[in-house]
């Protein structure tokens, strides 16, 4: 044995967020699902601790029965309150104080977003939402594009965890700028989790191999013709993407090398 | 028994009054631990909402988690 740790200690190790620990590096959304049935049996199978969940209005003229609570027990899974479709700092913090009120803890994935057809963050609105949040004593987790700028600057804003895009909110592309999210995380002392974007479970493995801290999903799971194997091949995929950056891999070269001893060839 | 208008969701609705938010919840057929109240603008604590009346004109947000990534 060469290793300095056994492989299920090293993916064992856990992610804190906020002075909270958690076992698995996959965090999921709960939108999307065809039924609270694949939901449900997805998110098990995934493995995930952290699910998240958005504030919306009660539809009072229809049954109670929509809310995600009826489904998803808070004692089994982490809440994550989100403020998605939130265009400003304001409308965000409104949210954030309904999510906590609602909640059970006091993180918040905090969104701002500027652009209908991208989805792209207002990082402006998302720094002033962020400082007024960290302020109020929440624990936020800033979804944000993969720019280092911004990201320095949301740990500066005393954010607990900086979410950089692998691509766009539901476009399943995958990590389009594997550049972008290794200079993030080189850069900052937050935990980085990659949300939004990841399409297949190789998405999953190339972005946690960047050495990234974790990995957030919705769609991806959701829209799967089968959403509970999908789940689980990304539970697998995260933990061997964070068990093969940590083991360190070969270097890449151009040129081939034999596996195989080039001498004792018969004559 | 006298009635109150009110904004619910966007919506105007008169309800019998005169009401706590509590009172208002259990009209509406809602289960005060699943929902969080928002009058005019302002959250009102759980533990809060039995002693706070509904007033003429207030408009009520009433939300809960749903689905969503």
Known sequence: MTGTLAPDTLTGAPLTIGGRSFRSRLMVGTGKYRTNGDMVRAIEASGAEIVTVAVRRVDLDRTKEEGVLYHLSPDQYFLLANTAGCYSADEAVRYARLGREAGFNDFVKLEVIGDRETLLPDTEGLLAAARTLVREGFQVLAYTNDDLITALRLEDAGCAAVMPLASPIGSGLGLVNPFSIRTIKRRLSAPVIVDAGVGTASDACVTMEQGVDGILMNTALAEAQDPVAMARAMGLAVEAGRLAYLAGRMPRREVAMPSSPVRGMLE | ?69
Do not use: Q
């Open chain 2, 1 to 69: 028994m006298s009635e109150l208008t009110v904004t619910v969701n966007g919506k105007t609705r008169r309800v019998p009054g005169p009401a706590t938010l509590l009172d208002l919840l259990a009209h509406l057929g809602l289960d005060p631990r699943t929902v969080v109240v928002e009058r005019n603008r302002e959250i009102v604590r759980r533990v809060r909402l039995g002693e706070t009346m509904v007033a003429e004109g207030d408009s009520i947000e009433l939300v809960h988690f749903v689905g969503g990534g």
